[in-house]
């Protein structure tokens, strides 16, 4: 998730979907991997042993979470909703005019490709792509490193929200589109999200 550059030669088979049902031990096996690695550096923002399937199954279920695969299995993975945190964003930040990132998680045998970040490129397209102005995301609000590493992607950091419950509460946004501005930049990887599916964003 933390990387820096991309190489689209490197990255030519990775191939973007949506996930479905069947995908559900994969994405979590993949969320888990990157749970463990977060506690394991004292990030206490996802849970340790990765999250329970009652959590991810109804995000698959509705066409938000994403997976981005490799030749050896899934790469990456994403939920992107309209779905404002209503702890987090409140009404003046007026909630439906972005998009939201939820469980970014890049494997770690890809760390260091730039998947992280082409897919908030992706991410910020789809902003454009359904008529809003925001891409947002809360991270951990203890974590100065990932809070940097969204700083380094074009997203500012607007308030943290300190609540006793949750580990979470680092609010940031970045306006849509890609992280220079450059609309004719291709992504490193082949959007496969198909018309058959609800298109959500």
């Known amino acids: 998730m933390h990387s ?3 190489n689209p030669a490197a990255m030519h088979r ?3 979907r949506r996930a479905d049902q069947g995908d559900l031990p994969g994405v979590l096996a993949l969320l888990a991997e990157t749970a463990g690695w977060l506690n394991a550096r004292g990030v206490r923002q996802w849970p340790a042993g990765g999250f329970p399937a009652e959590r991810i199954a109804p995000l698959i279920e509705e066409g938000t979470m994403y997976l981005l695969d490799g030749d050896e299995g899934p790469a990456a993975t994403l939920a992107l909703d309209g779905h404002a945190d209503p702890e987090f964003w409140a009404a003046e930040d007026d909630p439906g005019s972005a998009l939201y990132v939820h469980k970014l998680s890049v494997a770690r045998a890809h ?3 730039g998947l992280g970040e082409a897919l908030l490129d992706w991410a ?5 792509g359904m008529g809003g102005r925001w891409l947002r995301l809360d991270c951990s609000k ?3 490193r990932l809070q940097d590493y969204y700083r380094g992607q074009r997203f500012a950091h607007l308030r943290t929200v300190d609540l006793p419950h949750r580990a979470s509460g680092a609010l940031f946004q970045r306006a849509g589109g890609l992280r220079g501005g450059a609309l004719g930049t291709a992504l490193p990887f082949v959007d496969r999200r198909g018309s058959s599916i609800r298109q959500h964003v």
């Not at 910020?124 to 454009?128: C, F």
């Open 4 to 6: 820096n550059t991309v």
């Open 14 to 16: 990775l191939t973007l």
């Open 111 to 113: 760390s260091g490709r």
């Open 124 to 128: 910020g397209l789809r902003v454009l």
């Open 142 to 144: 203890d974590n100065a």
